[in-house]
């Protein structure tokens, strides 16, 4: 069992819906991430919350929205997007500082499909 | 800058074979952190082991062993006797100070492991 939950596990949204990608942690955690893995491509960091404040945002579309209300929940606020966006979404958290060498968990992916 | 090299896209081989992943990384930094993940079909990364770079003990668990090697910059992985149940992507990764510890992956290495 994975410390790192992600719901829903399989979406499937048409390009004018608006959904959302929900992450929690039970790990204790002081760090949450979101990582994009498309087909043939390697894995992309596109946000990164420590203490829930935003600390990295890699250029991504605007149509990708992430919130982290409290250390152990992430979101991925998801509107108008394009068929290219359809990859595996991940959701990962670490403990930043401490012995744990900044080993970072992840969850078991959201796999999102835009018709 | 700091790079994670696996030169192996697929490997494929018969189930009891022993099967050794390569992984070759670059960093200035003197203190990071190496980590190898499995990725099975069902999309969860998996971390399996972290090694921190003062370490240079080999390392067995169950028929997993890891040989790291600072001289050559690898941190290779092998399978012993593969099972079917091994068949997944194996992604080597870096975390080091100077890209603000968060993850460098490898391409990745395909698995495959035929009964």
């Known amino acids: 069992e994975t410390g790192v939950t992600q719901t829903p596990r399989h979406l499937v949204m048409g390009m004018t819906n608006k959904k959302s990608l929900k992450c929690e942690q039970h790990?204790?955690?002081?760090?949450m991430y979101w990582y994009k893995q498309s087909a043939k491509k390697p894995l992309e960091l596109m946000f990164v919350?420590?203490?829930?404040?935003?600390?990295e945002n890699n250029s991504v579309p605007s149509r990708f929205s992430p919130e982290c209300p409290n250390s152990s929940h992430l979101f991925l606020h998801l509107h108008t997007l394009q068929p290219e966006d359809s990859a595996l979404y991940l959701c990962?958290?670490?403990?930043?500082?401490?012995?744990?060498?900044?080993?970072?968990?992840f969850g078991e992916g959201s796999w999102l499909t835009v018709v | 800058a700091q790079k994670v090299t696996q030169a192996q896209t697929e490997i494929s081989v018969v189930e009891k074979e022993d099967v050794t992943l390569d992984c070759v990384y670059e960093?200035?930094?003197?203190?990071?952190?190496l980590f190898w993940y499995k990725q099975p079909p069902s999309g969860e990364l998996v971390f399996l082991i972290r090694?921190?770079?003062?370490?240079?003990q080999n390392e067995i668990s169950g028929r997993y062993s890891w040989n790291f090697q600072k001289s050559t910059s690898s941190f290779n992985f092998t399978i012993t006797a593969s099972q079917v149940v091994d068949s997944a992507v194996y992604f080597c990764?870096?975390?080091?100070?100077?890209?603000?510890?968060?993850?460098?992956f490898g391409a990745g290495t395909t698995v495959t492991v035929r009964a």
């Open positions: 990962a958290s670490s403990q930043v500082g401490g012995s744990s060498g900044n080993t970072i968990y």
């Open positions: 790990l204790g955690h002081n760090a």
């Open positions: 919350y420590s203490l829930e404040e935003r600390v």
């Open positions: 960093t200035r930094d003197t203190t990071y952190y």
């Open positions: 090694r921190n770079s003062f370490d240079e």
């Open positions: 990764a870096l975390i080091a100070r100077s890209n603000d510890y968060k993850l460098s």
